[in-house]
């Protein structure tokens, strides 16, 4: 599943603690930018906590609605 822009900011994110939070984990913002998201596993193995909160709402949000 690929973990969006819109998908970080729903989740609490913002583009400037973006650029930070790739910086410290490591991750290839440039990537991020041209793919249109990043990987969500590997968004979540980073153990962050809101990055695990992003990933969760947007499984979330992506799963049919059950009648």
């Known amino acids: 599943m690929l973990i969006t822009m819109e998908d970080i900011r729903a989740g609490g994110g913002c583009a400037p603690g973006l650029r930070a939070f790739f910086a410290r984990y490591g991750l290839d913002l440039k990537a991020f930018i041209r793919d249109g998201g990043i990987d969500a596993e ?24 059950a009648n």
């Open 42 to 65: 590997l968004l979540a193995g980073t153990g962050d906590a809101l990055a695990i909160n992003i990933v969760r709402l947007a499984q979330a949000k992506s799963e049919p609605e």
